[in-house]
C-alpha cells in the first residue's frame, strides 16, 4: 500500500463452508469489524506471533481498495467504488477471538494484516476472482469469489450505508473454508487469481 488506508473493513463468515468449519452460523446481513491500519504488513516482512496469545491463524481473503468515496451507494454501482484489487491476510489470534467478546485483539496486533500489491480493477477478470493460501508451499485454501455469502457489491452497499469509504480505504471480503494455525519458521502465501499474491514468514515475539 503506497498510503496507509483511513480504515479496514473486513467482513466475517462470509464463505458457508468456513463458517460452519469454526461451527457458526452464516449471518442473515454481513457481518463487519475493523482492523487498525497499524497491522498491515508489506509482502516480504515477517508476520509476528505475540507472546502468549496462543493460537494464530492464517484466512487468505480476496481485498478491496476504494477507488472513489463510498457513501450510501447502492449495490448496482458498488464495483464503481473499487479501484483495485489485492490479496490479504486477516491473521487472526483464534483463541483470543474466542474468549474476548469482541474482536479488536484477536484481529489488530501489529503485521496481522499483510497486503500484496494492488492491481487496478481494470486490469482484472471480475467473474474469475478467487483465493489461493498456501503454508510452506501447500495449498490449504482455494476458493471463487462466487462462493462469497455477499457478493463484492452487496458488501460495498452495506458498508458504505455504515461509514462512509474513503478513497484508498480497503476492505477484507472474508476468508472461506481451510484457515489452520501458523508456527514459526511457516511461510504464508494468499495469491488472488490475475492479481498476484503477498507472501510473508512467520516468527515469534521477543519476549
Ligand atoms: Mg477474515
Redesign the pocket.
Known amino acids: 500500500m503506497e498510503s496507509k488506508p483511513s480504515k479496514i473493513v473486513?467482513v466475517?463468515r462470509n464463505y458457508a463452508k468456513h463458517a460452519k468449519e469454526l461451527g457458526n452460523d452464516v449471518p442473515s446481513e454481513p457481518l463487519i469489524f475493523l482492523k487498525p491500519p497499524s497491522a498491515l504488513l508489506p509482502s516480504g516482512q515477517p508476520i509476528v506471533l505475540p507472546h502468549g496469545a496462543g493460537r494464530v491463524d492464517f484466512?487468505g481473503?480476496i481485498g478491496l481498495v476504494i477507488g472513489a468515496r463510498a457513501s450510501a451507494v447502492p449495490a448496482a454501482s458498488g464495483w464503481d467504488h473499487v479501484g483495485a484489487i489485492v490479496a490479504a491476510n486477516?491473521v487472526?489470534a483464534r483463541d483470543l477471538q474466542r474468549s474476548d467478546s469482541q474482536w479488536t485483539r484477536a484481529k489488530g496486533f501489529d503485521t496481522f494484516c499483510p497486503v500484496g500489491t494492488p492491481v487496478t480493477v481494470d486490469k482484472v477478470d471480475r467473474a474469475r476472482l478467487a483465493v489461493v493460501t498456501r503454508v510452506n508451499g501447500e495449498v490449504r485454501q482455494e476458493a471463487p469469489a462466487s462462493d462469497m455469502v455477499f457478493d463484492i457489491p452487496a458488501l460495498i452497499a452495506y458498508i458504505s450505508a455504515i461509514m462512509t469509504l474513503e478513497e484508498g480505504d480497503l476492505v477484507?471480503t472474508?476468508?472461506p473454508e481451510g484457515i489452520g494455525p501458523l508456527s514459526p519458521g511457516d511461510v504464508v502465501e494468499v495469491a488472488v487469481a490475475g492479481v498476484g499474491g503477498v507472501t510473508n514468514p512467520v516468527t515469534a515475539a521477543d519476549r
Request: overall charge negative; glycine content about 22%.
Open positions: 473486513c466475517g484466512e481473503e486477516d487472526t477484507l472474508g476468508t
